[in-house]
Structures are given as C-alpha cells and as structure tokens.
C-alpha cells in the first residue's frame, strides 16, 4: 500500500498537450476515481502513473520515491487493463502466476499468493481454462487477479467494467467495492461513467481536457459542484440549466429573474458581479416541483416516462432547446402537453457565474 | 414422469423424420456443395491424380522415354532385383540414398535458417520506424524474382573466377585464394542452402509479419506492468502465439524444400554432392532415358514426402487446429 502524489504533471504528445498541470494526491487505501468525457485525458493520466507512457513535466511520487523515471515493474503498480488483456494461450493459474514466476518468486509462493488470490476472486473452479472459455465478468475477474497476485502497492484500473454489459457491470462493480473494502489497498480507477464514479470512489477528481475540473467526495461533487461542468457531468438524469438574470446581489443573498420562474431569492453571495448580469441557473431534476400553472411562468410537458418506481417529466424549456427533467416518485397524475408551473427547492439551486464557476452560499444563510 | 404410449411414440419419430440431415434445405447445400466442388475435383485428378498413376505404373516398368508404348511390366525390377549373386535397383543405388541424404539435409537447414532469420526480419518490420513501407516492399524483392534468374544471378556472383563475393573476400583479406563455391563439394551445398534461404526469407517473415500484426497488443502493456523482460516475453508470449502461422509457413517451405530442383540445378547442375531427390530422377528420366527407373525414384521421391507431411502434421495437430 502507498500513496501517490502528483505534482504540476504534464505530458505533450507531438504537438498536442494531453495533461496540463495536474496536482492531486491520493491517500494510502483509498480509492480514487478518475472520472470525465472521452479524450479529457484520465486514460493517459492513469498510464502516466502505471509508466506506460513517460511524464513531459512534473513529479510523480509512490510513497516518499519520485518515480518519474522508474519502468512499470519498478513502480510495484498492478494494472487491469479495459480489454483484461490476458494472455490468450495461457490458463487462468498460468496467467495470475506469469509475473510472479518470472520475477523468480519461490513455487510454494508463487501457488500460495495465486491460490489466495482466487479464493478472492472466486476463480478457484476456473483455474485450469483458458481465457476463450471464460466469459466476459470471468475474464475480468481473472485480469484483476492477476494484477493482484503480484501484492502491488497500487491498483489501476482502466475502464474496467466497460466491455461488459450493464448488468454484470453493475454486479462487477459491486465486486470491486467489496474488494477495495476487505482488501483496503489504494486504487486509481478510470471510467468516463459517472454512476461508477460515484458508487466506487472515495474521492473522485473530474477532468475536462487535460485539466482537474474538481477533486472532492461524491458527496460534495453531487451537492457542491465547483462549475456548471461538474454540475451537467455528476448526476444522472443530469441538472437542469436555465439562464438568469441577476437582479440585484449581495455578500448576503441575491435577486435573480429566470425565465418562466420568475423573480427568485436565493442564498448565494454574488460579490463581484453587477446587476443585470447574465447567469446560469442550476437545478437537479428531484429539487423541482410541478404545481398547476397560473400566469405566464409555465411550461408545456413535452414528455412524461414512467420507470416504475418514479416519473421524469420533459418540460420545453423557454430558452435552449434541452429539455427540462423533473423528477419524483410514481405515481404522476401529469399528461403530455398540460401546461405547468416549475417550483425549485431554493436551498438546493445552483448558482452559475458567467465563466460557469459556482457562485458559493453566503455564510450567514449556510449557518441558518 | 409416466407418458402414455400413444403419445410418446411419435415424438420419439418425429425428430429422426425432421432431423437436419433429411431436410430440403441439408438437401439443396449438400446439392451446391458438389456443383462447386466437382469442377476442382475433375481438374485435379487431371493434372495431378493422373500423372501419379502413370508415374506410379512406369515404375514397374522398363518403359524408355524414346518409346513409352512398349513398355514392359516389370514388377519391382526397379526398385530391388536380385540378379547373378548381387543386388540391383535404385534401393542399392548409393547415389540415390546420397540424394536423399542430400535432400532432407538441404530441407531441414534452409528451413530452420528461413525461420529463423524469418522472424528476426519480421520483428523488424513489426517495429515503428520511418519509411516501413518502403523496406517492407524491398524485403520482399527476393521473393518476387524467378528462381531461375536469382539462382543464374548467385552463380556469377559465386564464380570462382569473375565472382564479385570471391573478389570481396579476398579484397577484405578473409581468404587468400578464390574459393570454387559451387564446384568444391565442401562448399556447395551450404552455397546453395545460403542462397535460397535469401530468396525465401521474405515469404517466411510476411507470414510471420501478419501473424505479428494480429497479436493483442494490451498484452504486451500487461507483460511491461508485470516486469517482464522483452526477451522473455518474446519467448513466452509473442512466439507461442505465433506458433500456428510459423507451423504453416514450416510446411509450406518444407514441400517445397523437399522437392527442390531449380536453384540447385541451375548453380551445380548435376554435382553429386548437392544432387537431391528431383535432380536424380530428372537424371534418370530424361538424360538415361530410363522412364521405368526414373518414375521409380520419383515415387518414392513422392512416399518419402507424403510421410513427411504427415509426421508433421501428425506432431504439429494441435498448433495447427487439424484435430479440431
């Protein structure tokens, strides 16, 4: 087990610049997610860490070491690759043992740390198949098995749940938590799915093209999004956005004006920013609530789905042309095309400035 | 579970009625099969099948290639006679056996060098560099030259007299006098073995090129964060996995290894030393004359390489899928 510290990373392929300035650390034992839409640059970010691809600028640490120029095996990393990349002409126990062996590890060890490993894993019934005839959670299982034989003092994980279809994703996953529990090693996960960021992840770190977007607890990034990015990235169905207009503002609470809310009071400090300026207004779809419309401040329901357990209702927005997402349990007694009026939560709307930073809560309103 | 009788019987009919094997659609493919098939199976026991047997009937023969009409059946005359106190036939032939020897001694070399130097052209190639295109096409410049014309080529460039490699050597300082490489039976043999494997490297490295490019390439990232030196994973990873196409690219260059003629023809015609098994019953066929003794060198030119397509398919079954 170790921690791992990054400090001002960078890497530049020819001319394009993959990882700009990356600070974060991640704590001995925990299990950090690495989560953002595809070519924001995780994938690259994990390899950097692994030594699959070597670091422009900055430093890498494991533990105390800077490993900057340390070769993978050197690192004591163990990685699961997305494609589990076994080795296709080798059994289950050949393959969790290949690394070990090599490495000129005594045999009673070697079958001691593979046995153990499989107990684990539950891979004790399939230790003399070949990969082609495992299935697909099979195979996974195996290549996490191998990356966990050689006791690594990290774990990486790259996308590694996405080959498999959704419901033994949702069960691998579930077997990855429980793992990083009982095994209480650190982790360095990638996926660009945010549920498995926020299921898996003791601190996920949000990455936008090449950059950390936000680095904080699934906890804070659902409920305090640092940017409007992090807001529409987190959550699923994703937050509502509608622009707003900043009425008048204080370090204590602001007046803003949305369009088809009409005027809101809400417990923002808007320091620094003038009235009449234009912001965006976030809302997570279960802190909206629908009431019969009156006046001007409606909307038309452009789509009602039924999930069973709950109701998302598609509102057509005023401004934009994403429809709005409501929320709430089932039954709904709303219909397509009735025209309704949108009630937000006020302690839980988000208050976005022009360049999509969060506007923070006044701190007299935060105590109350 | 109890089924009544009357019940149970026709299902246990109808699946034999319904079954695959009976159906019209079994019937049409089956139908197709045949139609595609004939026209190969007619040319073959054309060209080939029919060929063979005449070689197989001449061998018991003493049929002249100046008069093949009147030919006697001789029985095995050819192959072993007993005759006033003393063995005859081509099984006592030690010039036979020499070209035996001969042959699987070229075979077994050439093919292991091809191989060899197969694989390290084809890892070559494998690897990023600038202009790999250009070197993969010029690779295969050997290849696509006629044998005739490579073979005619490496013999004046092996000339003792005027040959340009004697000229290097001794230029260099390596030897003192011109070396008669395809006349001295000390050099020949290995003079012709150096010469097709520069011709046949290139068909070996493509096949051993493709079966590269097919490899998964996350292995050989899992084998980096494994710590596994590039050496062993080449041994224990990348060759296994290229194993079947190298066991296909073996057998296609031991057939024709086996039964080789041109190159060594045309650098030592018909030198004993490098004499094979073709080069004999050409002799025997067409320069003696003797279409009997000449068909029966080629038949057992023919078992002996049937038993060594089949030893090696036998051995190689599994890599190879055969058995699946």
């Known amino acids: 087990m170790a921690s791992v510290t990054l400090e001002k990373i960078n890497k530049v392929f020819g001319s394009t610049h993959i990882i700009k300035d990356v600070d974060l650390s991640v704590g001995e034992g925990e299990f950090v997610v690495f989560v953002g839409p595809s070519g924001c640059g995780k994938s690259t970010l994990l390899r950097l860490i692994a030594g699959l691809e070597s670091i422009t600028g900055g430093e890498l640490r494991i533990g105390e070491q800077v490993v900057n120029d340390l070769p993978p095996r050197e690192r004591g990393v163990g990685m699961v690759f997305q494609s589990y990349a076994l080795y296709p002409h080798m059994t289950v126990y050949e393959n969790m043992a290949f690394g070990l062996k090599l490495a000129k590890t005594a045999k009673e060890t070697i079958e001691e740390r593979v046995m153990a490993t499989a107990r684990i894993l539950q891979l004790e019934e399939l230790l003399h198949r070949k990969p082609k005839e495992l299935s697909g959670g099979q195979r996974q299982r195996v290549a996490m098995g191998r990356a966990m034989a050689r006791e690594p003092r990290i774990l990486l994980f790259d996308e590694p749940l996405s080959n498999l279809d959704a419901s033994l994703r949702v069960q691998m996953r579930n077997e990855i938590a429980r793992l990083h529990h009982r095994l209480g090693s650190t982790m360095v996960y990638v996926t660009h799915d945010q549920v498995e960021a926020m299921t898996l992840a003791d601190k996920i770190v949000v990455l936008r093209d090449g950059r950390v977007e936000q680095v904080g607890s699934p906890h804070t990034l659902y409920q305090q999004p640092a940017t409007k990015f992090v807001a529409g990235f987190i959550g699923s169905p994703t937050m509502n956005f509608m622009p707003a207009e900043l009425i008048d503002g204080s370090a204590e609470g602001c007046r803003v004006r949305a369009p088809g809310l009409g005027e809101l009071a809400l417990p923002q400090s808007t320091d620094g920013q003038r009235s009449g300026a234009g912001l965006t207004l976030g809302v997570r779809p279960e802190h909206l609530r629908l009431a019969e419309a009156e006046g001007d401040n409606s909307f038309e329901i452009a789509n009602v789905e039924y999930l069973g357990n709950e109701v998302y209702v598609y509102l057509e927005p005023k401004a934009g042309d994403t429809l709005l997402i409501h929320r709430s349990e089932a039954p709904s007694r709303w219909k397509i095309g009735q025209r309704v009026a949108l009630v937000p939560d006020l302690d839980h709307v988000h208050l976005f400035d022009g360049d999509d930073k969060a506007l923070a809560i006044a701190k007299q309103s935060q105590a109350a | ?324």
Request: proline residues 5%; aromatic residues 14%; neutral net charge.
């Open chain 2, 1 to 324: 579970m109890s089924i009544p009788a009357t019940e149970g019987a026709p299902q246990a009919v109808r699946p034999r009625q319904a079954g695959y094997r009976g159906t019209k659609v079994r019937r049409q493919r089956v139908r197709a099969a045949w139609t595609f098939l004939t026209p190969m199976l007619f040319a073959l026991a054309l060209v080939a099948g029919w060929p063979l047997l005449r070689t197989f009937y001449f061998s018991f023969t003493d049929a002249s290639l100046s008069d093949t009409t009147s030919a006697l059946f001789i029985g095995f005359e050819n192959y072993l006679v007993y005759d006033d106190g003393a063995w005859y036939g081509l099984l006592t032939d030690p010039i036979w056996w020499r070209s035996v020897w001969n042959t699987l001694f070229f075979s077994v070399v050439s093919v292991s060098l091809e191989v060899v130097f197969g694989i390290i052209v084809a890892l070559l190639l494998n690897a990023e560099f600038k202009g790999r295109m250009l070197v993969r096409a010029a690779v295969l410049i050997p290849w696509a030259i006629p044998t005739i014309v490579s073979a005619k080529m490496w013999a004046w460039m092996l000339n003792d007299q005027f040959g340009i490699i004697n000229h290097l050597l001794m230029a260099l300082g390596i030897i003192d006098s011109p070396i008669p490489w395809t006349a001295s039976a000390t050099y020949s043999m290995w003079a012709v073995i150096m010469v097709d494997v520069w011709k046949t490297i290139p068909f070996v490295a493509l096949l051993v090129l493709a079966a590269l490019q097919m490899l998964p390439k996350d292995c050989y990232e899992a084998a980096e964060v494994d710590g596994i030196h590039p050496v062993k994973v080449f041994f224990r990873v990348t060759l296994p996995l290229i194993t079947p196409a190298l066991l296909v690219a073996v057998i296609f260059r031991l057939l024709d290894a086996l039964r080789v003629f041109d190159v060594i023809y045309v650098l030592t015609s018909n030198s004993t030393s490098t004499m094979t098994m073709s080069i004999y019953a050409r002799q025997q066929l067409v320069e003696f004359q003797d279409v009997g003794y000449g068909s029966a060198a080629s038949t057992l030119l023919f078992l002996i390489i049937a038993l060594v397509t089949v030893l090696y398919l036998y051995l190689g079954r599994r890599q190879l899928g055969v058995d699946q």
